[in-house]
């Protein structure tokens, strides 16, 4: 279960706000932040956080590149090499879906998420568009994703 968001709750964790607000910071002329600015030198605190999507033209599809550690601890599977389709036929998700409306409008998308495999848990998910230039070729867009837990109590969960 997915739930789009038009800012990141109250609860939110640092560490998504600090990310989104790094996004915002890096964006080039164009609207884009490039590999250049996402790079792992300038993401040392969100590393193990981030899974990169790489859209595919000839598959119409989004290749999980790099799957974060913390990624792939919460939610139990490492898909690097997978796709975004695949993720959705299994988890019966629609994260194609998104990753399309983020690559489309090249805009950051929110969401509100059930952990993969843990009912109990929840996550607030980022969607970030970045432009991986290419010499030579036409140039290559990447969503990068990152997932944190985020807590509610029982009274103020918005699934229930």
């Known amino acids: 279960m997915e739930m789009l968001l038009d800012k990141l709750p109250d609860n939110a ?39 990169i999507y790489e859209y595919v033209p000839s598959k119409n599809d989004f290749q999980i590149v790099i799957d974060g550690e913390n990624i792939v601890k919460m939610m139990g599977e490492d898909w690097r090499g997978g796709y975004a389709r695949e993720i959705d036929f299994r988890s019966d998700t629609s994260i194609h879906s998104a990753l399309s409306v983020v690559r489309e409008t090249e805009q950051p998308q929110i969401h509100l998420i059930h952990i993969f495999r843990k009912d109990w848990s929840r996550g607030v998910r980022l969607l970030m568009p970045v432009l991986r230039p290419c010499v030579g070729k036409k140039d290559v867009l990447q969503v990068f994703m990152a997932v944190f837990p985020i807590e509610f109590a029982a009274d103020t969960d918005p699934f229930y």
Not at 31 to 41: D, M
């Open 13 to 51: 964790p640092q560490a998504a706000c600090d990310l989104l607000d790094f996004w915002h910071r890096s964006r080039q002329e164009d609207g884009l932040p490039s590999r250049t600015e996402f790079s792992p030198a300038h993401l040392g605190p969100w590393l193990d956080d981030i899974s």
